[in-house]
């Protein structure tokens, strides 16, 4: 069966249950949603290469769903999304997805949101109490659990090039302060806990330029580094450039997917990388926002990616869709 055969046999059992053996697919199929309007707001820059695959995700939903989508970025700029949310209130949008690096910044915001009726969904990057009472207000989350990917990245890289008690691990990020940062380097360091090994964390920014001069400086100024663990895409696919500018030979790994970060694990460069399937995660927001809407269904919790590993095993599954490997 194709995938999108699959999706819509998969629309239509869920349709059915909703309505009843009284009503077909066929029959909701006949319906105009196109007043669903959507509203869609990463909280990162517009030039950052990863949420292209979440946008894209996002308007195959609404395309699918017959919804209309409206998709703003936060530019990395809390005031800015805000601002953006406040606005989406204020015209009434259908249905918000929005993706928070901020555990308090977008409490009051969202929760206004729901209270009026506007369901909310976070992606890629959630609340980090994920829905307990007292966080942001959202019916369900798309996304990984980062902890968990990092800890297993962590144990990996452990296993494979024996670090060992007293090591320390260079842990770059775009954005250290926001919230996937914090749990993608608190699942690394809890498997360096296990062995006696520390981390340093470095912010780099989206810009690649920026991040390879950063990282590299870096590992000049610390010549004993043992590892490189990138905690997103940008320093990820830096990482087996700074060191070979550094002049050393230590092992790399990461997180997220681009075709440098592939072509690197096929070269056997980079041991591996976390995948959080970032087309995902926009295709299931949009999507669980549209069948709320359309047939009172409950959004659910979607852990994308899993804990699973892309290695030199597996790596050319991904390649078709990330872009070539040279």
Not at 205 to 213: E, I, K, S, T, Y
Not at 234 to 246: F, G, L, N
Request: contains cysteine; glycine residues 10%.
């Amino acid at each position: 069966m194709s995938l999108n055969k699959f999706k819509t046999a998969a629309l239509a059992a869920a349709t059915t249950l909703v309505l009843g053996a009284g009503a077909s697919f066929a029959q909701t199929q006949e319906k105009d949603w196109s007043h669903i309007n959507i509203l869609f707001v990463p909280w990162s820059q517009s030039s950052n290469p990863f949420f292209e695959a979440v946008v894209n995700g996002a308007k195959d939903a609404a395309l699918q769903q017959g919804v209309n989508i409206d998709v703003q970025f936060g530019e990395e700029d809390q005031q800015h999304q805000l601002g953006i949310l406040e606005t989406g209130i204020a015209n009434k949008v259908s249905a918000i997805a929005v993706n928070i690096a901020d555990d308090n910044a977008y409490i009051d915001v969202l929760c206004k949101a729901m209270n009026e009726g506007i369901p909310v969904v976070t992606f890629n990057i959630d609340d980090s109490r994920h829905g307990a009472p007292g966080s942001t207000c959202r019916m369900a989350f798309m996304g990984q659990n980062f902890v968990d990917a990092g800890y297993v990245l962590g144990k990996r890289m452990i296993a494979e090039h024996g670090l060992k008690k007293g090591d320390v691990v260079f842990t770059p990020v775009e954005a250290p302060q926001a919230t996937y940062a914090v749990e993608r380097h608190a699942g690394v360091q809890k498997a360096l806990d296990e062995i006696g090994a520390t981390s340093e964390i470095l912010g780099t920014g989206n810009d690649h330029a920026q991040a390879l001069n950063l990282m590299t400086q870096y590992l000049l100024g610390h010549p004993d580094t043992a590892a490189v663990i990138g905690l997103g895409q940008t320093p990820t696919s830096q990482a087996v450039q700074a060191i070979r500018d550094a002049g050393m030979s230590i092992p790399a790994g990461g997180f997220d997917v681009s075709s440098e970060i592939l072509e690197n694990i096929k070269n056997g460069e980079l041991t591996a990388t976390v995948d959080q399937q970032p087309y995902s995660q926009g295709y299931y927001a949009v999507t669980q926002l549209a069948l709320n809407l359309k047939y009172g269904l409950y959004p659910s919790e979607m852990d994308t990616g899993g804990t699973g590993l892309i290695d030199k095993s597996n790596f050319e599954k991904a390649v078709e869709w990330a872009g070539p490997v040279r």
